[in-house]
């Protein structure tokens, strides 16, 4: 089975940077395609930055030029780098992977992290 687990959030003040991490783990043949996700309480989970299977990156509007995403393929890791941080970033943050199990091999699933908060004073 494949997990995803999260690390790196906390409490921040409004300007201030934090970084997540989500590594894939388990019996993994090729994850492809990562990404983060987040929900605010009381509305729908949204994207926010991903990599597609061809390594294009993909981001929410509202944190271009503030969030970067990166990953390092040989750890099945995905960064999320978050800069000027507002209040309204203020969710619980969660890792997404598409990828394939060795054992359903060759379907493809979504996985989902146990996701992380992230919260943001004012």
């Known amino acids: 089975q494949v997990q995803l687990v999260e690390s790196g959030g906390g409490l921040v003040q409004a300007g201030g940077s934090l970084r997540l991490s989500c590594a894939a783990s388990?019996?993994?043949?090729?994850?492809?395609?990562m990404g983060w996700y987040r929900q605010a309480p009381g509305k729908q989970r949204e994207l926010v930055a991903s990599?597609?299977?061809?390594?294009?990156?993909n981001y929410a509007d509202s944190v271009k030029d503030r969030f970067t995403i990166s990953r390092d393929n040989a750890k099945n890791t995905v960064y999320l780098q978050m800069n000027s941080l507002k209040p309204e970033d203020t969710a619980v943050y969660f890792c997404n992977a598409d990828g394939i199990d060795v054992m359903t091999y060759p379907s493809s699933r979504v996985y989902w992290g146990q996701g992380t908060q992230v919260t943001v004073s004012s």
């Open positions: 990599f597609n299977s061809g390594g294009s990156t």
């Open positions: 388990g019996s993994i043949f090729r994850i492809n395609a």
